[in-house]
C-alpha cells in the first residue's frame, strides 16, 4: 500500500518574520548603499581631486611667481593641498620645482587620458614607469607666459577613497546592528497584540470564552481586537443560547417520553383494574339470570347486590381518574381560604372514630390549639383523608395511627400522619406517589383501593406549591406535607 506523505508547512512565528523581513530590508539598503560608495567615491574622489587642482592653480596664477616669499607660499599650498607644482618660464626654463616627495620622476611616461580646456589649459592622466605610478597632471598657462604643471598621484586619491569607504562600511554595519536591535523591539511589540489574538481565537476554538483582547489601539490591530471580542460575546451568547434550548428540548424529550410512559402504563392499569369488576358484573349478570329463570330469586338477588358493589367500585374508580386527570391536566383550580387546621383535623378524626374502632386502631392527635392556614379547605381535607386511609391501610403491630401539626417555618405548617407497620422498601419510596402504584396489589385489591390516593396528594400539594413526602421511622412510617399559614393580620 503506498503511503500518502503530507506537507506540513514549517511554522514560523509572525513576530520572527516581520524581523526577518525588516531585518532583510535593511540589510539589502546596506549593501546597495556599500555598493554605491564602492563603485562611485573614487571616481566622486578624482572629480573632486581634479577641481580641487584647478581651485589650486588658479590661486598660483593669480599670484606672481617670482620672490623668495612667492615660492613659500606655492610650499604651503603644495603641502595643504598633497600636490607637486613646477613653473617654467616662456622660454622653457624651471621657475619652481616642487618640493613635495612624489615629484614626477624621469622616465617613459604614458598618458592615458586627456581632457583640454578653453583657457589653453589641460587635464591628463600619466603613468610614470619608472616610480611605477599614476598621477593627475594639470597643466594651464602663466600671465607671464610661462606654464605651470601640477601633480597630484592618484595612489592617494584611492586611498581616501578607500578609507572612506572602510569607514562607511563600519558605520553602516554599526548603524544596521542597531537598526535590527530597533527592529527586534519594534517587531515584538507590533505583533504582541497579533499573538494575543492568536491565543484568543485557540481559546475561541476550543469554547473558551474567557479571555479577551487587550489591544486599545486607534488602528485596524484595534479594531480587529474589537472584532474578535465582539465575536468572542456573541459565539458565547449563541452557544448559551442553544445549550439552554438544547437542555430545554431534552427536558420536553424526557417530558414527553415520560407522559407517554405514564399513558400507556395508565392504560394498562385503567384496564385492569375494570376487566376485573366487569367480568365479575358480566359472571354474575348471566348467573343472575339463570337463576331467575329457574325460580331462584332469593340466590339471584344476592347476585344481584355482587354486581351493584361492583358497580359502585367502577364508579368509585372513575369518579377517581376523572379528579387526577382534572389536576394533571391544570384544569382544577385551587380556592384559598383562611381557616383553623386543628379544628378540620378534630372534626375528621371525631367523624372517623368508628372506622378506627372497627379496625382496632388507636388514633392520637398532637396539635396545637389554633392553626390558622391558608389553602383549599376542601383540597387539604382530601390530603388528610388520603392519608389516613393510607395509614389505615397498611398500619399493623401495635396498629397505632398518629396526626399532628407543627411550625415548619415561620410560613408553613407541617402535617404530619404515622401509623406503626412495616417500613417502605426502598425501590417504592419513590414509585408511590404515581397512579395506580401499589406495594401490597393482593391486599389491596381485597380493600377495594386503586393506588391513586397519593397520587391526587401530590396533585394536590403541586396545586398549593407546597412541599410533600415520607420516611420510614424506627417502628413505622410517616406521611407529611406543608401547608401555608394564614397571613398575619
Not at 398 to 410: F, G, N, Q
Amino acid at each position: 500500500m503506498r503511503k500518502v506523505q503530507k506537507n506540513r508547512t514549517r511554522f514560523m512565528s509572525v513576530r520572527l518574520k516581520l524581523f526577518l523581513q525588516i531585518g532583510a530590508i535593511f540589510l539589502a539598503a546596506v549593501l546597495f548603499i556599500l555598493s554605491l560608495n564602492r563603485w562611485f567615491l573614487p571616481v566622486i574622489y578624482a572629480y573632486n581631486t581634479k577641481r580641487n587642482m584647478q581651485q589650486v592653480a588658479e590661486t598660483v596664477v593669480q599670484t606672481a611667481a617670482d620672490g623668495e616669499k612667492e615660492f613659500d607660499r606655492l610650499a604651503a599650498l603644495e603641502k595643504e593641498n598633497g600636490v607637486s607644482i613646477d613653473l617654467y618660464a616662456a622660454d622653457g626654463e624651471q621657475l619652481y620645482y616642487g618640493k613635495t616627495a612624489f615629484s614626477a620622476a624621469a622616465g617613459k611616461v604614458t598618458v592615458q587620458d586627456r581632457q583640454e580646456y578653453d583657457n589653453g589649459a589641460y587635464m591628463e592622466t600619466r603613468y610614470f614607469e619608472k616610480e611605477k605610478a599614476r598621477f593627475f597632471v594639470y597643466v594651464c598657462p602663466l600671465p607671464s607666459g610661462g606654464t605651470m604643471e601640477m601633480y597630484c598621484r592618484t595612489s592617494s586619491v584611492d586611498e581616501n577613497a578607500n578609507t572612506a569607504i572602510s569607514v562607511m562600511a563600519l558605520t553602516s554595519v554599526a548603524a544596521l546592528a542597531s537598526a535590527l536591535l530597533v527592529v527586534y523591539f519594534y517587531s515584538k511589540r507590533f505583533t504582541k497584540p497579533l499573538i494575543e489574538m492568536r491565543d484568543v481565537t485557540k481559546h475561541i476554538s476550543d469554547m473558551d470564552f474567557s479571555r479577551q483582547c487587550t489591544a486599545k489601539t486607534n488602528d485596524e490591530i484595534g479594531e480587529l481586537s474589537q472584532s474578535i471580542n465582539r465575536l468572542s460575546d456573541s459565539l458565547q451568547e449563541t452557544l448559551e443560547d442553544l445549550s439552554e434550548k438544547n437542555k430545554k428540548l431534552e427536558d420536553d424529550i424526557a417530558h414527553e417520553q415520560r407522559v407517554d410512559k405514564m399513558r400507556k402504563d395508565f392504560i394498562s392499569n385503567v384496564s385492569h383494574e375494570l376487566k376485573t369488576p366487569i367480568s365479575i358484573i358480566q359472571g354474575y349478570a348471566e348467573g343472575a339470570k339463570l337463576l331467575s329463570d329457574s325460580g331462584e330469586c332469593q340466590k339471584a338477588g344476592n347476585y344481584c347486590e355482587i354486581i351493584c358493589a361492583e358497580a359502585e367500585r367502577m364508579n368509585a374508580l372513575v369518579l377517581q381518574l376523572l379528579e387526577l386527570s382534572q389536576y394533571e391536566s391544570g384544569g382544577m383550580q385551587a380556592q384559598k381560604e383562611v381557616f383553623d387546621l386543628c379544628e378540620l383535623i378534630a372534626q375528621y378524626m371525631t367523624a372517623a372514630s368508628l372506622r378506627f374502632a372497627d379496625a382496632g386502631i388507636t388514633c392520637s392527635c398532637d396539635l396545637p390549639e389554633h392553626g390558622l392556614c391558608y389553602a383549599d379547605q376542601t383540597k387539604i381535607r382530601m390530603v388528610l383523608n388520603n392519608f389516613i386511609s393510607n395509614a389505615c391501610a397498611h398500619v399493623s403491630g401495635e396498629k397505632r395511627i398518629c396526626v399532628s401539626v407543627k411550625d415548619a417555618d415561620e410560613t408553613h405548617y407541617f402535617l404530619r400522619v404515622f401509623n406503626t407497620g412495616a417500613p417502605i422498601a426502598d425501590e417504592d419510596i419513590d414509585k408511590i406517589w404515581g397512579s395506580f402504584y401499589r406495594a401490597d396489589k393482593a391486599h389491596s385489591r381485597e380493600e377495594g383501593r386503586f393506588g391513586l390516593g397519593l397520587s391526587i396528594v401530590s396533585e394536590i400539594q403541586k396545586l398549593h406549591g407546597e412541599q410533600y413526602g415520607v420516611q420510614n421511622l424506627a417502628n413505622g412510617v410517616e406521611f407529611w406535607v406543608t401547608i401555608q399559614k394564614a397571613p398575619a393580620q
